[in-house]
């Protein structure tokens, strides 16, 4: 059964068919958030050390950790990104024990996080980009750590889920000429926008299963791609998890702090089994006893009362 294991110096988040699924917070990147990217510039991380913790009290399993802000006073982040990366990875660490993943698409950004990461982070992300493929899987061989592999490359990213999946399957092959294996390999299959394209969420649960059936691996997605557009977001995104986890997804980048999504995820978990007795949904919601009561409650008092008479 594949299994992909991420860690951090003491915890340990899996990957896997029959796991429960893995929700990797995305609230750490400053992508169309300028206020952060502001305060980013200015050595200000108090916005990121507030989402890292409101993340992992959420529920969140794995951090995104994306430091691709573009300096007003510096516009070139292959010179910018890499010390940014570096600091809110030990920053990250120093707040949380979860497992992160290193979200960068400059090369010298990802290996500074893998050289500050403890454990065995999640590395996001090679394409099937030449280029990209030359200089990230040496990296992942080099480092021993899982990979997202999302399904583009030179030609850009195709509508027709046939063409992604066979950027997949490309990757899955290249990695294997570096001994990187299938177990290690999480492919996201690119989610597109449900209200532009009505087979958009279709196309991805088929490219699941074949993704599972036929190559083995763990998948994720950033879920909140297909409701790009349209009213109601959260409804959206809260339909298609469960069905995509239905389909055999096992993680998704998405934020943990809308409530209705982590419920999704919850309740997906328990219709698939993966929540033995239902035990992660009763902890998070189950109703706290009335102040003066026991877990018995006020039949547990009154016997209570009886046996000390």
């Not at 802000?69 to 024990?97: A, C, K």
């Not at 200089?135 to 509508?159: C, H, M, R």
Request: with cysteine; charged share 25%; proline share 6%.
């Amino acid at each position: 059964m594949t299994r992909t294991i991420v860690e951090s110096k003491t915890k340990t988040a899996t990957l896997g068919f029959d796991e429960p699924f893995c929700v990797i917070g995305e609230r750490i990147n400053p992508t169309g958030r300028k206020k952060l990217a502001a305060e980013l510039e200015a050595g200000d991380f108090s916005t990121v050390e507030k989402d890292a913790l409101a993340q992992v009290a959420a529920g969140a399993n794995i951090l995104d950790i994306n430091a691709g802000v573009v300096y007003n006073s510096n516009p070139n982040p292959n010179e910018t990104e890499p010390p940014l990366m570096r600091q809110m990875i030990e920053l990250g660490q120093g707040l949380t024990d979860v497992p992160l993943c290193i979200d960068s698409s400059v090369p010298e950004a990802l290996e500074m996080g893998l050289q500050k990461a403890e454990g065995r982070p999640l590395l996001n992300s090679v394409t099937g980009e030449e280029d990209r493929l030359e200089f990230v899987l040496p990296l992942v061989q080099k480092y021993n750590v899982p990979v997202v592999a999302i399904s583009n490359d030179d030609t850009g990213i195709s509508e027709d889920p046939n063409v992604r999946f066979a950027v997949a399957k490309k990757i899955v092959e290249r990695a294997a000429d570096f001994n990187i294996h299938a177990y290690d390999i999480v492919v996201d299959p690119l989610v597109m926008p449900v209200g532009a394209m009505a087979t958009a969420g279709q196309q991805v649960f088929t490219l699941v299963r074949r993704l599972r059936e036929e190559l083995g691996v763990n998948t994720t997605c950033g879920a909140s791609n297909v409701s790009f557009g349209l009213p109601n977001r959260h409804g959206i995104n809260n339909a298609f998890l469960p069905m995509a986890m239905g389909a055999g997804m096992t993680s998704a980048i998405t934020s943990p702090l809308h409530t209705e999504v982590m419920q999704a995820v919850r309740g997906g978990d328990v219709m698939m089994g993966h929540d033995p007795d239902c035990t992660n949904w009763i902890r998070a919601y189950r109703e706290p006893a009335a102040e003066g009561e026991g877990r018995g409650g006020r039949r547990a008092g009154r016997a209570g009362r009886r046996r000390s008479a």
